[in-house]
């Protein structure tokens, strides 16, 4: 089993002790997503594909990308996946944490990673390019690249989505490495937590990882119309994008950076008016999601 990196940090007495003060403290989830389904909201999962027929998935995919990379020139390219396929499982399990939370967000999916879960920074680079292109709403990067010589490009990438108005998720790496997009200030960094309600998360005062959500033997969708037990910051960082989505259709044209603040405003460890009406809260945007 893999043991997500820095989930301890979420566990320490003096971050649940925090709290936000001044205007931040009049940012509760009730004004933040209460009632939100996603509607209208595009979210790209740069993965492994994602498969269309999957129950946890729905009518989500609303389109599907495939990158490959022309050997010759050494050059990446973007085509439509027909049909749309998951190479290993991992896509659609983070397009279903998605789709539970945000039911009515559209799913798009692009495919950068094969059968072994591995793929070309190159193609990890032009499908986050081609979803900043396309202005998606939210991306959901459950995957990274740890090799210095791509740090300038993914670099510039985020900046291009950060000055676009397209939030990047990224899960941090599984192990004690420095790894890319999700050291970049620009993104929102995740890493698992324990829990299992998708609506608890946390923020971390100590960076690069900003935020944990649950991703510590879960449930979830996988090939086949099948499901399993997995471990992961992979899994946690769609909880975070699934909460964006709702924010994001309940609050047109906010930037990332606003983004990020509802976030910490709303994390379950920062604010005592959200964890004593946590429960509550959830219980009312799950109605809402049934509508």
């Known amino acids: 089993m893999v ?12 971050i649940r002790e925090l709290e936000a003060i001044g205007p931040l403290a009049g940012i509760t989830r009730q004004w933040a997503w209460a009632g939100s389904t996603g509607d209208g909201v595009r979210v790209a999962v740069i993965d492994s594909g994602v498969a269309p027929d999957h129950p946890a998935i729905g009518d989500s995919l609303s389109g599907s990308m495939v990158v ?57 680079a032009e499908g986050l390019r081609w979803a900043i292109d396309e202005r998606m709403d939210v991306v959901n990067l459950s995957l990274s690249t ?34 890319y997009p999700s050291l970049y200030s620009s993104v929102i960094s995740v890493a698992a937590s324990k829990g299992k309600d998708p609506f608890e998360y946390l923020y971390n005062p100590s960076p690069p990882v900003e935020f944990g959500a649950p991703g510590i033997d879960l449930k979830v969708a996988w090939l086949d119309g099948g499901s399993c037990v997995t ?17 994001c259709a309940k609050h047109p044209g906010l930037t990332p950076f606003q983004i990020k603040t509802i976030l910490f405003a709303c994390a379950t460890n920062t604010n ?8 509550q809260q959830s219980q009312g945007v799950r109605k809402g999601s049934d509508q």
């Open 146 to 179: 740890s090799r210095p010589e791509y740090y300038g490009m993914f670099h510039r990438l985020a900046d291009k989505a950060y000055f676009a108005g397209v939030t990047l998720v990224s899960a941090a790496n599984n192990r004690r490495v420095p790894s």
């Open 68 to 124: 490959g990379v022309d050997e010759d020139k050494n050059e990446p390219f973007t085509v439509p996946d027909e049909p749309p396929v998951d190479s290993f499982g991992h896509g659609t399990a983070c397009a279903g944490i998605i789709h539970a939370i945000a039911p009515r967000a559209e799913i798009f999916s692009v495919r950068v990673l094969g059968e072994d879960l591995k793929g070309k920074a190159l193609r990890f």
């Open 231 to 247: 471990t992961g910051n992979s899994f946690a960082a769609p909880h975070i994008a699934g909460i964006v989505a709702l924010i």
């Open 3 to 14: 043991v997500p990196a820095w989930s301890s940090q979420f566990e320490k007495e003096a």
């Open 272 to 279: 005592v008016e959200n964890q004593a009406n946590f429960s």
